[in-house]
Every structure is written in C-alpha cells, then in structure tokens.
C-alpha cells in the first residue's frame, strides 16, 4: 500500500485539565472517503481542527505524503491542501456569493486589484456544480441550506488534496444531498481524499470506503465499510449495546379517538395554506418534506409566532383566540425550534435560568419577585427526569454538550405542563445515546397524554418514532401516510411530488 | 465549536456565580490592596474625611452606573447619560429660578430625563437603531438642550432653600444623604436583579434576544424600559449634584458616560448583553474613585489620571477575556 496522504499519529489535545484528545492516531489514503464517527464530546471536531489548523495539538504529529508536518494556522493548512467546510457555516453575510467563494483564493493573490468580472465568472462556474445559485446575491439574503451549498463550494475551490466535511447535509435537502454525494465521489475518482463526519448512518454507508470510530477522545477502531454494520458501528461509539434504536410505537389498546389538537384550512396566503391537522391523545405525530417547504413556518403559524390569515386552531374542540406566542403559551401550545443556539437556550445563563424562562409566571410571587427555591426545584426535578448530565443547576448551559442542551431546551418547553409541543427537528446534531433518550421520552411524554407533533428533515427518525406522517410539499399537506403505509420511499415520494413509482425508486436508490 | 466537542467533559468549570463572586473578590481584594498601599504613601489618605469624600465623590455617580448596568446587561448601552444628568440639572435649576419650588423643579427634572429615555428608547425599539447610535444622537442634542437652555452660562442657585441643599450637603447621624440615598438605590436593584422577575426577563433579552422572543417575552418592551430606567436614574443624579453644588453648569457631565460605562465593564458587565452584576459595577467605580483620590494625594499632574484610568479599564477588560477564554475551553 502507498503512503497515506495524511496521518495522525498519536494526538493528544487537553483543554485545560479536561483532555479532548488521548493519543489518537489514523491514516488517510489517497483517493478514499473517510468516515468518522463518535458522539458528540468524542473528539471529532477537535480532531479536524487541528488537521485545518485552528488547534495545536499539544503531543503527537501529523504527517502529509509522509513528512512531519506543523499546522500553525488555517492558512498553513491550505498551503498544505488541507480543506475543511465547516459544520457550522462560516460566511461573511454582506458579501456576495462570488466574494465568500474566493475569500481565501483573494488572500494570495499578488495583484492589488480584484478583478471582479472574472471572479464572478470562476464563482459562477464552481456554484453550477452544486446548484444554479446567483453568486452576485448577498449571502445573507439566502436560505441556510444554500449558504451551506456556498460553503461547499469554497472549499471546492482551494485545490485540496484533502477536503473534510463536518456533518455537511445536516441543513440540506435530499435533492441537495444527492448532488453533494456526485461531487464527492467526483473528486475521489480524481484521487483527492475525503474525510466525512456525519451522524447518519445511511450517507456512511453509501458514501465512505473506511470508518474510524472515536468514543471519549480515545481511538476505537478503523474497519472497511464493507466488513460492517450500521449497528456495529453505534455499539463501538456509544461502547454499549443499543438494542433498539427507537422506542416502541403506539400500541393498539393505547389509541385514542380523543382529539388534542385540531388546525382547520390554516393558512398565511404566503408560505403555506389549507393546513389542518388532527393531532390525537397518545400519538406522535410526524412531519416531513424538504426544507423550504413550509414545514417550520407551519409549526410557526399554529403556536401564532408567525401571522395567519385564514384557519382556525382548536384545543380540546374549543376555538383558541391566540394572537401572540405569549397566548399559544398560555394556552398550552409550546414550540421548539431547530436552531437551538439561535433561538433554543441561552447559552451564557444557567440551567435554572433557563428551564424557568417560560414559567415565570408561575414561579413569580408577590411584590414580582421569583421564588427561587422554587425555581431550584424545577430546575432539579427536570434535570432528573430527562437526565440531563451536568455539574449542577447552576451551570452555564454552554457548558453543557449538544444532546444536553437540546435536553435543557425541552426542558424548558415542558415545565409549563404545556398540552401540545412543535418540536422542529428535536435530535439535529446531537449524539446517538442523547438521541435515543429524547425519543424515548417523546414517547413517554405522548403516553402521558401530551400532543407531539414532530417535525424532522431524517426519514429513519420519521419513520422509527411517529405513529403517523404528514408530508408538505410547497406549503400544503401532499399526503398522510398511516404507520402501515410509512416507508422512506413514500415520504420521498411525496415530498418531491414524483408520481411515478420508477423514478421514485431510482432516486431512492440513488440516495441509500 | 471548541467549547461544543469537550463540553461533556466539562460540567466541573466555575459556575457562573462562583465565577461572578471570584471576579468581586477580587475587586475587593485589588482596592484593599491599593488602600493599604496609600496609607503608608499618604498620612492623608486613611482618614475619616479623605473615605468621606472619596465616597462622596462616586456616590452619585453610582447611581448612574446602576441604571448603565441594567442597560448593558439587556444588550444595550447609553452614551448620552453625563449629558441627560447636565439636563436635569438646568432645566430643574432654570425652573426654580422662574420661580418654581425647588421640589416641583426637581421632579419636573427626573421625568424630563425618562422622557428623553422614552424617546431613544422609540428609536431603538420601533424605528430599529441600534442603542449606540441613538444615544451617541442623543448625547449631543441633549447637551445642546443644556446650552440652549442656560445660553450657555453657568446657573447660581445659592438660593435654594436649606430644606432642599440638605440632600446634597446634608447628614443623617453622620452618614451623609447622598450617600444613603446611592446605598439604597444600589440594595434595592441589586437585590431586584437577582430576584425580581421583570428584571430576570432583561438576562433573558440580554443573552439570547431570538431565544427570549421564542419564550414570550416582549423583548422590546424589555428594552425600552430599561432604557427609560438607564435616563431616569442619571436624572435623579443630575437634581442631587444640583443640590450639592447649588450652581448649574451647562457643560457638567462631560465625559462622565466614558466612566460610567468603564465601571460597569470593570464589574463584569459584558458589551455583548448577558451578563454584570450591580455590586461588581460598584467596585469598579469605587476603584476608579480610589486610583483617581490616590493620585491626587500623591501629586501626580491631572493629565496623568486619564491615562491611568484607561490603561486600568484596558488590563481589567483583558483579565476578564482571559478568564472566560478559560472557562469556555
């Protein structure tokens, strides 16, 4: 076998007394996809960083075509052609698509002036690879799945001889995945090697050639992907049996014909129209289609954080005058969002800070003071029922890994003992195990009678927890697909409005 | 991206609040150090009247600071704070010479002050520009208001009736006025900030405005308020150096907000909304006062002072990044 392009040899990283990295080592051979995997908090990210250059890694060496190397800096990295697209996008929003594409081309160049004409015309032709988006539009003003698309094809750009994806199709649509899953098989028979992290099993295994396995910031294993499992590989991350990845569904005797949640013909005359929905006691009710097909701006004009302008919604069969998301609250209908940084938590305050946000109310005593004895015992309590892994209350949540802070985040949205919850895609980005414990909680809180409604872009999430899948296509309801009917091809099916059944299965195909 | 990779592993940092006391600790710690120092530099410093003045001396100003707090912790910031305690000065002062009773003025005075609050407060939530522009507006047409006002000249007030002087020259057992009155404004926001729940919602704002809207509350509103609270106390300020000055100068205040603001950040307030407390903001201006009284005592020339105080807000501000870049790793 030749020489790898790049190895790591016995890497070891600490932040502070916590060590990120303990003496992991792996190789990368010319012209493979490389998976890797681990939960969140195993090192993969730490890993990558310091493969592009952002961390130094304090013990241990890299080595590009055999000879130690030391990245100093990103800039170091790319002169190395070591290229990294970010998992979480890095653009300057007020420059043009053109512009963030050649960011990193424009500071090596020699002349002094940009030869805009050209720069649009390259821009142009690396973005029509990936998607016919207009590269003299502000980054700004695009959507989060193409400004992923614009990180991609910066990176494209960079002449690298290793190019690392971290979780890239986590904003993007199926059709959008499939496109990036040509151009990396493009580039690998152009014998640049690929280093991917993804979370989903399915792109691994269609994808990627070998799978290196990182649990606690410790090397597990790098196996052929041929050689393994999907379940293999979640027992070596997690280092514990799953033995069921989903929690079981609705039994028989657990329906109910009581009805939650009813929407009649709700509609904006914008992003979406004639919605209804009957949302059962005891069910989990799904929701699918790409992103951009209104789904989020739906879950948005139930709970009123978005203006409607026909519908109606019921609550136990009572019409529900909600005008502000303060009343849907009130009321008892609760909305997680899927941007948890964004608009989920407050990173900077504590547990209890946040778990308390949406009772303060009920947790206000005379003369408007908070009853903070109260708000511990909240705090506590949620912390215990969802098991969410801290040092104590009053951590910030920042502190807290991913899975955690989503846990905190329903946390939140569950201490107003709310009657329905929105959720918009609950497991995004978080590991395996913290995934598995939110479903089975869903599950629990749709046993005790709570109305969920989830809203999720991973067809195996929609399919292994809800009872029932609703999918949108183009701001309506394109079809219902009963526990019987649900499989990923029929939610495709729907989704991009693709009738024939041959195609469908072509594109499927395709995809897994 | 660093902090979300390692952050399972690292439950066991400093809370917030342990982190919090740790920073006034040692605020405390650093002022006593340099007390310590000056007596023996200074047989003036250790005395009753020098601790009296000093006190004095950042008392009112502290009032100001809790309002600016506030006002950074919600995300914003206020510029125009030394030209609105100039307002109400004059303006209070030019009414009592028209022959108003100098309670009345004064009162007139403070909600003058929470009207110019209502009105950056409209520009920042309903027109949408941002606190630092608004104010830095509001800054300049204030003291133009002050100028216009007095026409530029200095307002004698020797005639305010005793009653009226004893808030700023008057005493209680000893304890001066103004001194009960800042100890009393600083207990009772602080004590607010902590537990009162329409001052939780200003973290909430603070940190994550996205967030604090996805939790219902009126960020907005939120924000126009504490803006009216930021302009309502430096009024208050601005009536009690009246009645300790007994004069009005048109140019009173300037540069103060540059203090104001330097001690809050000192005390932990963060530019990026989020996060201070009241009791570290008055640290960092009692530490101020004492470098400032310091200096004085030990004959280092005016033009000195400035660059010393900026040169402490830079290395506080510089501790602060290192201590949360350690925290966050």
């Known amino acids: 076998m030749s020489e790898p392009v790049l190895s790591i040899r016995n890497v070891t990283k600490h932040f502070g007394a916590v060590k990120a990295l303990t003496n992991v080592s792996f190789g990368l051979e010319r012209g493979e996809v490389h998976a890797i995997c681990g939960e969140n908090g195993a090192g993969k990210s730490t890993l990558m960083n310091i493969i592009a250059g952002v961390?130094?890694?304090?013990?241990?060496?890299?080595?590009?075509?055999?000879?130690?190397?030391?990245?100093?800096?990103?800039?170091?990295?790319?002169?190395?052609?070591?290229?990294?697209?970010?998992?979480?996008?890095?653009?300057?929003?007020?420059?043009?698509?053109?512009?963030?594409?050649?960011?990193?081309?424009?500071?090596?160049?020699?002349?002094?002036?940009?030869?805009?004409?050209?720069?649009?015309?390259?821009?142009?032709?690396v973005m029509n690879r990936l998607a016919p988006i207009d590269v003299r539009r502000k980054v700004a003003d695009l959507s989060i799945s193409s400004q992923q698309l614009?990180?991609?094809?910066?990176?494209?750009?960079?002449?690298?001889?290793?190019?690392?994806?971290d979780e890239p199709t986590a904003a993007l649509t199926e059709a959008e995945t499939r496109i990036l899953f040509d151009i990396i098989r493009d580039l690998k028979a152009n014998g640049i090697s690929i280093i991917y992290i993804s979370h989903r099993m399915a792109e691994i295994f269609s994808l990627c050639d070998r799978v290196t396995i990182l649990r606690d910031g410790r090397y597990v294993c790098t196996e052929n992907i041929a050689g393994v499992t999907p379940d293999d590989i979640v027992r070596r991350m997690v280092g514990r049996e799953i033995t069921q990845l989903y929690p079981s569904k609705q039994r028989d005797d657990e329906v109910s014909g009581e009805t939650i949640l009813s929407v009649r013909s709700l509609g904006d005359r914008d992003r979406f129209h004639d919605i209804s929905i009957e949302l059962n006691k005891g069910e989990i009710l799904g929701i699918g289609g790409l992103i951009g097909s209104g789904r989020t701006e739906i879950a948005e004009g139930i709970c009123s954080l978005r203006a409607t302008?026909?519908?109606?919604?019921?609550?136990?069969?009572?019409?529900?005058?909600?005008k502000t998301y303060t009343d849907a609250v009130k009321a008892g209908i609760v909305y997680l969002s899927e941007d948890r940084k964004g608009s989920g938590v407050f990173l900077d305050l504590s547990i209890a800070q946040n778990i308390s946000v949406l009772n303060l109310k009920a947790l206000t005593g005379h003369m408007g003071l908070i009853d903070a004895a109260g708000e511990a015992r909240l705090a506590r309590d949620f912390a215990q029922r969802l098991n969410i892994r801290m040092g104590n209350i009053d951590t910030p949540v920042s502190s807290l890994s991913g899975g955690n802070q989503q846990k905190v985040a329903i946390a939140k949205q569950l201490a107003v003992q709310p009657k329905v919850i929105l959720m918009d895609e609950p497991t995004r980005g978080i590991d395996v195990g913290a995934k598995s414990e939110i479903h089975l909680l869903l599950r629990d809180l749709a046993r005790s009678g709570i109305g969920i409604i989830v809203i999720s872009s991973e067809l195996p999430e929609l399919l292994g927890l809800c009872d029932r899948v609703l999918v949108i296509r183009e701001g309506t309801i394109a079809g219902e697909l009963s526990a019987d009917e649900m499989s990923e091809e029929a939610v495709i099916r729907l989704a991009s409005g693709v009738t024939s059944k041959e195609q469908t299965r072509l594109a499927t195909d395709h995809a897994a | 991206m660093v902090a979300d990779t390692i952050g399972a592993s690292a439950t066991r940092a400093p809370s917030w609040r342990r982190l919090g006391s740790l920073r006034e600790a040692g605020l405390i710690a650093i002022i006593l150090a340099l007390c310590i120092a000056m007596s023996f530099a200074s047989p003036h410093f250790l005395t009753l009247g020098n601790f009296r003045a000093m006190l004095m001396s950042f008392s009112v100003e502290g009032i100001v600071v809790v309002g600016m707090t506030i006002l950074l912790i919600v995300g914003g910031i206020d510029l125009a704070v030394g030209s609105v305690v100039c307002f109400a000065m004059v303006l209070s002062g030019t009414l009592f010479l028209a022959g108003l009773d100098p309670w009345s003025a004064s009162l007139i005075g403070i909600l003058a002050s929470s009207l110019i609050g209502c009105i950056m407060g409209f520009f920042v939530t309903v027109v949408g520009l941002n606190h630092f522009i608004t104010s830095l507006a509001g800054m300049v047409i204030v003291r133009g208001l002050c100028l216009i006002i007095t026409k530029g000249t200095p307002l004698s007030l020797f005639t305010l009736p005793p009653a009226f002087k004893a808030i700023g020259q008057g005493s209680f057992h000893g304890v001066p006025y103004v001194i009960i009155i800042f100890v009393a404004v600083v207990v009772l926001f602080d004590f607010l900030l902590r537990r009162s729940t329409a001052l939780r919602k200003v973290f909430y704002t603070g940190s994550n405005e996205k967030a604090a809207l996805y939790s219902g509350i009126r960020t907005n509103q939120v924000k126009?308020?504490?803006?009216?609270?930021?302009?309502?106390?430096?009024?208050?300020?601005?009536?009690?150096?009246?009645?300790?000055?007994?004069?009005?100068?048109?140019?009173?205040?300037?540069?103060?907000?540059?203090?104001?603001?330097?001690?809050?950040?000192?005390?932990?307030?963060?530019?990026?909304?989020?996060?201070g407390t009241i009791l570290g903001a008055i640290l960092g201006i009692a530490l101020l006062s004492v470098v400032t009284s310091s200096l004085v005592l030990l004959n280092v020339s005016v033009y000195w002072q400035d660059m010393i105080k900026g040169c402490i807000l830079l290395g506080a501000v510089s501790i602060d990044h290192f201590l949360h870049k350690r925290k966050a790793s």
Not at chain 1, 82 to 110: K, W, Y
Not at chain 1, 151 to 165: H, M, N, P, Q, S
């Open chain 1, 150 to 165: 614009v990180e991609i094809a910066k990176a494209l750009t960079l002449d690298c001889r290793v190019l690392i994806f």
């Open chain 2, 224 to 275: 126009f308020w504490v803006t009216v609270l930021c302009s309502t106390l430096a009024g208050v300020a601005g009536v009690i150096y009246m009645s300790r000055f007994g004069a009005a100068t048109p140019t009173f205040g300037v540069g103060m907000e540059l203090n104001i603001i330097a001690a809050a950040v000192i005390g932990g307030a963060s530019l990026n909304g989020g996060s």
């Open chain 1, 55 to 125: 961390l130094q890694p304090d013990e241990g060496e890299i080595l590009v075509d055999g000879e130690a190397v030391k990245i100093a800096s990103p800039s170091v990295a790319q002169s190395l052609g070591l290229g990294l697209v970010h998992q979480e996008i890095a653009l300057c929003p007020d420059a043009t698509v053109a512009e963030n594409i050649f960011m990193a081309a424009t500071s090596r160049q020699r002349s002094f002036l940009m030869n805009y004409r050209k720069l649009e015309r390259e821009a142009q032709k």
């Open chain 1, 309 to 322: 302008t026909d519908g109606e919604v019921r609550l136990h069969g009572q019409v529900q005058t909600i």
